[in-house]
């Protein structure tokens, strides 16, 4: 058996990125304005020009035919999101396990899924959306939402990860200097999460599962009956979705 420790290995200085192939910033927007709601989770390129942000927020409210008022504050939540991602640029971020427990505990339109799995964050070259795409497949699921959901909370929990490194870092850099930095925590409930998973395996795991740990990594998929009626609900998995630059997964309520 090849045990992998997941405290013993020497930590690795490196630039602030996602830990993962694509360089990719997830995204959610929650909106209410004049009784409509408007709900979605992406990806977005933090390379990409703000002009394009622009024209992803009018574009989304054509398509589904949002007031036009809904377009300034989505805006300001992606720009706010994606600011604070880019805050993070150039800063250095220590990863001393790289292999970190993730869990996923979604509801997408009728599907409900919970699973919890390793993640090795030092293999930059992991793919979140080929992974979850190679899941959907395992347990027959046909919702083309799913997928996308899945990769967006996967890399929620991998940047919250990769963030608080850059906190911890930073605090250690201050405590040279003789001065303190603001502690941090989160209260993600994906980071959250991840974190009580990796306080059950205590400072050593192993890549190979025990049998008395299958029941850890066994996933749960449900189907659901439809909402009420009369409660309207509009998707907009019909309109046109950028592959590689953002994944979507929406609902209007």
């Known amino acids: 058996m090849k045990t992998v420790s997941l405290g013993a290995s020497r930590p690795s200085t490196v630039s602030f990125r996602m830990p993962t192939r694509d360089n990719l910033v997830p995204i959610r927007v929650d909106l209410e304005v004049d009784g409509q709601r408007y709900r979605d989770a992406f990806t977005w390129n933090p390379r990409d020009p703000d002009s394009e942000i622009i024209s992803f927020a009018k574009r989304t409210a054509k398509d589904l035919k949002l ?15 994606i600011a604070e991602f880019r805050s993070y640029e150039g800063q250095e971020m220590q990863i001393k396990e790289k292999i970190v427990p993730l869990k996923i505990d979604l509801r ?5 899924i919970r699973d919890q799995f390793l993640w090795d964050i030092g293999n930059l070259d992991s793919d979140p959306e080929e992974f979850a795409r190679t899941l959907c497949d395992d347990l027959n699921i046909t919702d083309p939402e799913v997928g996308p959901a899945i990769a967006v909370s996967i890399r929620e929990q991998l940047y919250e990860i990769a963030s608080q490194s850059v906190s911890v870092m930073r605090e250690k850099q ?9 502690e941090f ?11 009580d998973l990796f306080k059950y395996f205590g400072s050593k795991g192993s890549v190979i599962r025990k049998r008395k740990e299958w029941y850890l990594y066994e996933p749960v998929v449900d189907v659901v009956a439809n909402e ?8 907009n998995s019909s309109r046109p979705k950028k592959r590689a630059e953002e994944e979507k997964v929406a609902s209007l309520q």
């Open 67 to 81: 007031p036009a008022n809904f377009v300034p504050q989505m805006l300001q939540s992606i720009q706010g999101q």
């Open 185 to 195: 925590s989160s209260n993600s409930k994906a980071v959250n999460n991840a974190v």
């Open 174 to 182: 201050l405590s040279k200097k003789g001065r303190r930095a603001p």
């Open 108 to 112: 997408v339109n009728n599907t409900v």
């Open 228 to 235: 009420e009626d009369g409660k309207e609900e509009t998707n």
